[in-house]
């Protein structure tokens, strides 16, 4: 997919405009929110009838692929954005036929997979951990063997929140592991297992103007391969901050980026930082900027997209985000009917963000809250004793 067939004219659209957003999860939710403040209209795509982002904006209920619905979508939107990358990438390339898609298709194309993705960041001029194509068993015996175990065999395409991949421990998992995962249909590549000290993210935003921001980098805390916390500002130093934050700008110009990229990344104990992935969107870890920072990632997004002037993305606050899943909803909603006593002792600020998703079921992502606190210590105390994330 050639660069020159990927660009449209840049265009400025002020608040009255509408924004079509294929995909009507919490992400869009949020968007739509966000941008309905600054006068902005919304209409989603979603094959999920009251979709979360349905329930604040107007909704098409209809697959992601249906070209139709797509059409639709452009007939009444004044520019096009999506809220996850897993979008049918042929149909962004035919909405730009008819519609203005700032983002492009060939940002999609690239993120929807992961080799393609690495060999992107790598033309970027930023490291990301050693991998390998894998396209036998026997490839993936010789990957293993220079590698060492453990090391982490992934789908190339599809996959989230720890799905799609295998953590190869021994090499008697080799052939399990493979005949597994290729039962997805598409490539495989494995990754050297890094033996990170910390996780980290920075969401970055760019304009078509060329304009480049980035918020403070996040420390993320996974449990079951599903993000539990971000806390702000990351306990690393103020080098590493300044260092995480200038790769994820030199992604997001190395790739053209238009709107947000949420870049992941791996700190070791040696001090050095790997890319891990990219997702070009508002992204879970970067849900804390909604009061934490001057301008939240949903607000700065439909900015990047409208071409505007890119907001501050200065931090007013240190803050916790931690994730509501299903098994979370009752106590958090039951914590929310009475006075909090826990929060009121230390002078944290919790503000629950809902998703209006029907059922709340294990695992699944339901909400978030951000805890404003004065240190981020207190806000890990009050997330501690509410037992909430005990359940």
């Known amino acids: 997919m050639s660069c020159e067939a990927d660009k449209q004219q840049p265009k400025t659209l002020l608040p009255g405009s509408t924004i079509g ?14 941008g309905s403040a600054m006068g902005y209209r919304f209409v989603a795509l979603d094959p999920s009838p009251d979709a979360p982002a ?7 209920v209809a697959a992601y692929d249906n070209r139709e619905a797509a059409r639709e979508l452009a007939k009444r939107s004044d520019v096009i954005t999506y809220e996850f990358e897993n979008v049918d990438a042929d149909v962004a390339a035919m909405l730009m036929a008819e519609s203005y898609v700032p983002q492009g298709s060939k940002l999609l194309y690239t993120t ?17 951990a050693p ?8 490839e993936l015996r010789e990957a293993v063997s220079r590698f060492g175990t453990p090391c982490v065999l992934k789908t190339a395409m599809g996959g989230y929140d720890g799905k799609g991949q295998w953590v190869i421990r021994s090499e008697s998992e080799i052939e399990e592991a493979y ?9 495989l590549v494995l990754e050297q297992f890094i033996r990170f000290d910390k996780e980290l993210s920075v969401i970055a935003a760019r304009n078509p103007q060329g304009e480049i ?3 403070p980098v996040a420390e993320n805390i996974h449990v079951d391969n599903i993000l539990h916390v971000s806390i702000v500002p990351a306990r690393v130093s103020v080098d590493v901050q300044r260092e995480a934050e200038r790769l994820a700008m030199r992604i997001a110009e190395g790739l053209g980026v238009i709107g947000l990229i949420a870049v992941e990344l791996f700190y070791t104990a040696d001090g050095e930082l790997f890319v891990n992935e990219l997702a070009p969107r508002p992204h879970n870890s970067g849900h804390y900027t909604m009061e934490a920072c001057r301008t939240s990632q949903f607000e700065q997004h439909v900015r990047a997209v409208c071409n505007l002037p890119l907001g501050d993305t200065a931090l007013m606050s240190p803050v916790v985000m931690v994730n509501v899943l299903g098994e979370h909803v009752e106590p958090l909603l039951e914590r929310m009917s009475r006075q909090d006593e826990a929060a009121e002792r230390l002078k944290v600020s919790p503000k629950a963000h809902l998703y209006g998703k029907k059922e709340a079921v294990v695992k699944r992502k339901m909400g978030h809250v951000n805890v404003l606190a004065p240190d981020t210590d ?9 037992t909430i994330w005990k359940v």
């Open 179 to 187: 005949e597994t995962l290729s039962l997805a249909g598409v490539q």
């Open 112 to 128: 929807q997979h992961r080799l393609r993705e690495k060999r992107a960041i790598e033309a970027a001029g930023v490291r990301v």
């Open 378 to 386: 207190a806000a890990l105390d009050w997330i501690e004793e509410t």
């Open 131 to 138: 991998y390998s194509e894998i396209r036998s068993v026997d």
């Open 213 to 215: 921001k980035a918020f």
């Open 54 to 60: 349905g329930q604040v904006a107007e909704q098409i």
């Open 21 to 34: 957003i294929l995909g009507g999860g919490q992400l869009g939710r949020m968007m739509a929110n966000a």
